[in-house]
């Protein structure tokens, strides 16, 4: 497989005509070949409608089937050797064996819904036998989840592997029965391309209709407002910016028929540290902290970019050691011109704000994209009086909260907006203040952790990557783990349903072994 | 308890200052006393505050507290006795032994949750547990589905007991842990008052938090609106039109933080009557339709409004025994004035439409508010070209569209928009065409019946009342049914929870005895 700058529409691969776009790598500002082609009304008409058509025969797919279809993607992926990652590493700035990392995750998203896909307990069986002989009779009844229809998937910048083209959204809604319409992000085109090309080469061995996937590139404005509004799309991925995530949901809102949308959009990720925990390892916890706030120079969702804490001798140590750790540190290139230009303007406007101190910032120069790391800091009355300092700035840039009592630190946590994580360091000592902030924490926060940092998202069953808005457009949800795949079906009951047309998860026999609950009571099915 | 024209605020009873309003009896058109006073924008601010207040405490409260506090509203409900009856009856002119069998109804909701809340499927407690060896190092990560916030419920006008005060938006959305406040159905404000009273006391009895329930009496318009858009309000629970429903849609999705709504609006219910079926049993089927579409005077969401069938002789039987039937049928009085006007106005369009045919009609006369039952007729090609035809007609009025193939059967099938039902009446023989029927009707409906009728919605596990828009607003959820607590909770993930500060749905020893997933496997729990 070669980069030629297409489109895939279902098995076709097709130069789009409405214009050109090459990719641009950040550490050199300059552009890479080849240029893509862009899609136009028709491109756009063509994978809803062929999604479309694929739908009833991929929703209905047995569970081995989709599982090895979701593994053979993942294959293919791997497959395409050092050149998908020698790609994503010229059109993102990151380093080779964060790529690689990033592509073992993908591969194990893909694989972990394939178990989930098999073991079934995402369809939610449900039986609950007639009752004859009761007044009135109770008729036969059976549930289960099915396919919610077509899903636009709209990848990010910052995970050119793991949420983009073949990333969580676009794995669970193929999990779920959902044929999958991507909009390639314009920041890593050519690593979208290769992905979208292992895609499409798995669904021709795994005999999948050809619908069940089409990777666009084009204006998210215009190519991605269209698809949100095309009648055969039933759902929603995003991962992105604030901005991006409420244009997406204004438009879903406002259709004939509305649909929901997954926006993961903007999370400040406060990090609470408490007095006990900060007097016994307050150098231990500033040096995870730098670690955590400069990883991926600092392109992560769950980047700890607020610090909330009680001024002491044991916080003047705390941001002593985090100031000497974090001038050390390199600037690293970050992921296209815009989100550097974003986030030099961003820390120059905080700056800019009256009663925030700049604490440190790491090292300048480096690459045409580089972004410098930035520690500030304010007292609690200038944070709850300043709403811009509550808004995300992507990067490598964190502001700690220097509060003069508890009230005020519960101040903070009720005052803050929806977030993908909350983070409390705590000792012993401190778990009666944790009882009183854990409710607020529940409320604001998808989840909550402990005594380390937010950035690295296990993908896990228990893992929740969502939260309240804004850090989401839907709190109900989670975009890693098992569970993403909740998104992507609704529920179907069958009443005296004849057993010759009884889909099999819910036939009397159990043939695939699924839990089910039966009259109220859940059974394991094997 | 006696009525006083109250509102219940928390533990308080007060008589609005804002306006007043009586109910009315539809069967003779005159007031009912007493005068119920209306809310101000003060009664709503102290109602959503105090559901705010109320909510940490409320939703840490055990599965023992809370189904005890859903057993003693049943309770309560019950010990109204007949004073609740009778003063429904006078409201709505449902006749007393219906108000009866859905008095039964709403307990029987009320004790489902209960055991729902017991048995803590709903949870989804998840653990993985930490793998220290691993590369990186795996952590320790649990969730649970938490409350999601202070719910709003607006009762429906036709089921004055079932889904209105207590009914199950109010019942779920208690077990899940939340608060409520009702704004009550005008149509039913005396109903209302002793039934929130009941609630009173049961919170009170059961010593929850003040905010747990309130119930407003006001315009839906005026305090709907603001009750909606309250930031303490967190989701939506609706009953009633396409056009109330839409308008609250539109209100939740402008909020700064957009809430989720779960309308319950428009269906008409398509029932499907194949050859063979027909041809075997078309007078039975028509008179279990006829007695479908006559039952609480048509005022169903699930009430049969649409016939589809291939043209012949026994379609023509079907008809004519129809026919017949619906002649000999009285006039029920409706619920309000307001939906009679609707129904007469709503009959009198369809027999303006060229092409659409009167089959019969029921008898006149008879009280007020008395709804004549009609079944009109017109071909496929009329239906799809008329968009006026799918439109709901609340009431005891039907249309049956005769179809020239089996392909003009399935363009109806793919033309309606999404139903809460949808009936089929099929043989053995007729098992082939139903099953390329079938993923039509899948993605168009929530429940799918055989060889009946679709009013009458069980109380059950596998029970769907739901489907896509506009029968409701959000297809992946059901308002009847042990799941519709799916609603109202949001997942939180725990990393590294210290043991001493973890819930008790995960703790290691399950001491609740829920079922929960462990590293990937469920396991039942007890």
Redesign the interface.
């Known amino acids: 497989m070669s980069i030629q700058g297409n489109m895939i529409i279902g098995q076709q691969r097709r130069f789009g005509q409405a214009g050109q776009l090459k990719a641009i790598n950040p550490a050199t500002n300059t552009e890479i070949e080849p240029a893509f082609g862009l899609a136009n009304a028709a491109d756009v008409e063509q994978a809803c409608q062929l999604a479309r058509e694929a739908?009833?025969q991929y929703r209905?797919t047995t569970p081995e089937q989709r599982a090895v279809f979701l593994e053979t993607i993942a294959d293919e992926i791997l497959a395409l050797g050092t050149s998908l990652i020698d790609r994503a590493h010229q059109e993102t700035g990151l380093p080779i064996a964060r790529l690689e990392g990033e592509r073992g995750r993908t591969m194990n998203q893909l694989r972990l819904f394939a178990?989930v896909v098999r073991?079934g307990?995402y369809l939610?069986a449900?039986?609950?036998s007639a009752l004859l002989e009761r007044t009135?009779p109770?008729?036969d009844?059976?549930?289960r989840k099915?396919a919610?229809?077509p899903v636009a998937v709209f990848g990010a910048s910052n995970f050119p592997l793991a949420f983009s083209v073949a990333g969580g959204d676009t794995a669970s809604a193929l999990a779920a029965g959902c044929p999958v319409v991507v909009k390639a992000h314009s920041a890593h085109l050519g690593t979208s391309e290769l992905v979208a090309q292992a895609i499409q080469t798995a669904a021709a061995k795994c005999h999948m209709p050809e619908g069940v996937f089409s990777c666009l590139i084009g204006d998210g404005r215009q190519i991605g407002q269209s698809l949100v509004s095309h009648a055969a799309i039933k759902a929603v991925g995003f991962t992105g910016s604030r901005q991006g995530g409420i244009a997406l949901?204004?438009t879903a809102?406002q259709r004939h028929?509305?649909i929901?949308v997954y926006a993961e959009m903007s999370s400040i990720n406060p990090v609470f540290l408490m007095p006990s925990a900060l007097a016994a390892r307050s150098t231990q916890i500033a040096q995870g902290f730098v670690e955590s706030l400069t990883l991926g120079a600092g392109q992560f969702c769950t980047n700890p970019g607020l610090v909330i804490a009680i001024d002491s001798t044991d916080l003047e140590n705390f941001i002593e050691t985090a100031a000497n750790a974090l001038q050390a540190k390199a600037a690293a290139t970050m992921l296209t011109p815009g989100i550097h230009h974003a986030y030099v303007k961003g820390t120059e406007q905080l700056s800019s704000i009256a009663g925030v101190s700049k604490v440190a910032e790491g090292q300048a120069g480096g690459s045409a994209c580089a972004a410098q790391v930035r520690l500030s800091s304010c007292t609690a009355p200038q944070f709850l009086n300043t709403p811009a300092l509550s808004e995300e700035i992507f990067g490598p840039s964190s502001l700690i909260i220097r509060c003069a009592d508890l009230d005020e630190v519960h101040a903070i946590a009720e005052f803050i907006?929806?977030q993908l994580t909350a983070t409390v360091h705590?000792n012993?000592a401190d778990?009666e203040l944790?009882?009183a902030l854990?409710?607020i924490l529940?409320?604001k926060?998808?989840?909550?952790?402990?005594?380390?940092f937010p950035t690295?998202v296990?993908v896990?069953?228990?893992?929740?990557h969502?939260g309240?808005?804004?850090s989401t457009?839907?709190?109900?949800?989670?975009s890693v783990g098992?569970?993403a795949i909740d998104r992507f079906?609704?529920?179907?009951?069958?009443?005296?349903?004849?057993a010759?047309?009884t889909p099999a998860s819910l036939q009397q026999d159990n043939p695939w072994s699924v839990?089910r609950?039966v009259?109220?009571e859940?059974q394991?099915g094997k």
């Open positions: 739908f009833d209905e178990k073991d307990y939610n449900t039986l609950d009135p109770r008729p009844l059976r549930m099915i919610i229809g949901m204004r809102a028929e509305p929901p907006e929806g705590a012993e778990y944790v009882k854990m409710p529940e409320r926060a998808g989840r909550i952790l402990f005594n380390g690295g296990e896990a069953h228990a893992m929740v969502g309240p808005f804004p457009s839907d709190s109900r949800t989670t098992a569970t079906i609704r529920p179907v009951c069958y009443q005296e349903l004849p010759a047309l839990p609950i009259n109220g859940l394991l």
